[in-house]
DNA sequence: ATTATTGTTAACCAGTTGGTTTAGTATTGC
DNA sequence: GCAATACTAAACCAACTGGTTAACAATAAT
């Protein structure tokens, strides 16, 4: 089943904010790469950035409501775990741009091909 | 000539903060959404969004620092022009988390798959 | 020369962000 | 029971954001 992502559908407006907006600050893109390597507590993404607990906290909250982190309590640790499915919208948004780009590059291909051609 | 943009290498997290911050507005999505179509001036980018010309003419400087547009004057108007290219960069930043849920698709699918089976 | 058009700059404002510290709540371990 | 651990909540702060209006500059049209 595919599912249209196309120009002329609307993308969630909200989403899109709260993603591209979690994704904007570096702590916590950092703490995303870091979930990569697998589940952490909150105290271990803290640990690496020279933070408080309680920013390091703010930031898993912001990447919760972007809906990249899920954390789930066990005993008096949250373990954190990376979502990443929701970034397929990012996926999704550029795909519009994706096909400009790609056509500039072709363009710029071709411009470098015709130069080497005249040496 | 290929570039390593693997786990490794570290992004340049001035600009990705430029170009996240400059898509978490919906107001500046919608400008750079009206790009695709060809350059515009400030007027028109102004003009669908019911805001005074300074709020649209600041949204475009956020994403000319960014890279995502070029402006360009010629009289009294200002042309601008979409700049995709620096999209890329979200493109291979992505890379890493696009692996992690594919990878997360495809136990979905599997799983899906051995439900019919089942029926 | 005047007037209209297309913007920019500056000053301002309310709300958000990213950080802090301090205090409090659960949970675990001794 | 008591102390240590892992966190959250609240209050605060400076800086940034996204918007406004008012004033100005530069270009174009009459």
């Known amino acids: 089943m595919k599912v249209n992502y196309s120009k002329s559908i609307p993308y969630n407006d909200d989403a899109l904010d709260r993603l591209f907006?979690?994704?904007?600050?570096r702590t916590r893109r950092a703490q995303l790469a870091?979930?990569?390597?697998?589940?952490?507590?909150?105290?271990?993404?803290a640990e690496p950035f020279d933070m408080s607990l309680?920013?390091?906290?703010?930031?898993?909250k912001v990447l919760e409501k972007a809906k990249l982190v899920s954390?789930?309590?066990s005993g008096r640790v949250h373990y954190c775990q990376l979502q990443p499915e929701v970034l397929q919208n990012v996926e999704h948004w550029l795909t519009d741009y994706r096909e400009f780009w790609n056509e500039k590059l072709d363009k710029l291909a071709q411009f470098v091909a015709r130069e080497s051609d005249d040496e």
Chains 1, 2 share one sequence.
């Open 54 to 60: 309680p920013a390091a906290s703010k930031h898993l």
């Open 34 to 45: 870091r979930l990569v390597k697998g589940p952490a507590s909150i105290s271990e993404l």
């Open 21 to 25: 907006k979690a994704l904007s600050d």
């Open 71 to 73: 954390c789930k309590k």
